[in-house]
């Protein structure tokens, strides 16, 4: 729902109501422009080159947001949004709709504003069936499970709906054999991980590790004793047009 706000003027110790000055259009004009131009300061992004508010006289001045406002500032997405996976991570989630969406074409993060890092393991299983996905679901989890960024809401356009979530894993090489090929990961349950956001391309490097547990269980799938572990890495931030990536000396 489009909510409308409504604002007394003070002139002069005096409120200035639809009766005088604010009804005329030159002077909401005026204060039409000046908002917005403060908007667009503030979100100096190229898609808000469109007015974000609409201005009506009555009894007293009205301030809805355009559409090109909440388009581009709604906090949750819309029905037309494709998600990244196409399964849930939970029947909770499913219910409530959370669950990452793919981004606009051609996006890119050219704003990074926060990177995480993790790393999972898996110790027990087929590999030959299973590749490195719980390894690599629990490093993404691990990444991301421990923090709490709701700035994101204020510093990114469009809030954590429309904030890009750029994915690498680093995955020991298939068959032991320091090959430049890593171990088969099913990026769908990567992506399901994520509950809101537009998920970037997963990156899939080799990195990690394989080592040894000493210990096999055929019970859960075991062939040897080999334990994958995956690092990744989470990347967060936005796309302000500009199509130049920023970097920060600090």
């Known amino acids: ?17 639809g009766s005088n000055k604010i009804n005329s259009l030159k002077y909401r004009q005026v204060l039409s422009n000046a908002f917005n131009s403060l908007i667009k ?35 949750s997405p819309t029905p037309d949004d494709k998600r990244a996976s196409s ?4 029947e909770e989630w499913e219910r409530i ?16 504003l926060f990177v995480q890092t993790g790393f999972g393991v898996d110790q027990h299983g087929d590999r030959r069936s299973d590749g490195a996905t719980k390894a690599a679901v629990r490093a993404v989890r691990n990444a991301i499970e421990f923090n709490s960024i709701p700035g ?21 090489p298939s068959n032991n054999n320091n090959n430049d090929k890593p171990m088969p ?20 490097v080799v990195g990690g590790l394989a080592f040894s547990t000493g210990r ?8 040897d004793d080999e334990a994958i572990c995956v690092a990744a890495c989470i990347s967060i931030g936005y796309d302000d047009g500009s199509k130049t990536a920023k970097t920060y000396s600090t």
């Not at 709906?161 to 995955?171: E, S």
């Not at 096999?216 to 062939?223: Q, R, S």
């Open 41 to 75: 300061r503030k979100h100096s992004s190229n898609r808000h080159q469109t007015p974000l508010f609409q201005f009506n006289c009555g009894s007293a001045l009205y301030i809805t947001p355009s559409p090109a406002f909440v388009r581009y500032h709604s906090s």
């Open 87 to 90: 399964q849930s991570w939970s």
């Open 216 to 223: 096999v269980v055929p019970e859960l799938g075991d062939e």
């Open 1 to 17: 729902m489009v909510r409308r706000f409504e604002i007394m003027i003070r002139h002069s110790s005096q409120i200035i109501n």
């Open 152 to 172: 994101v809401i204020e510093a990114i356009p469009g809030g954590r709906a429309d904030m890009l979530i750029h994915v690498k894993l680093g995955v020991p």
């Open 185 to 204: 990961v099913d990026l769908s349950h990567v992506a399901k991980v994520f509950p809101y956001g537009r998920l970037m391309p997963i990156e899939v």
């Open 97 to 112: 709709g959370l669950g990452a969406r793919l981004p606009p074409p051609n996006a890119q993060m050219t704003n990074l």
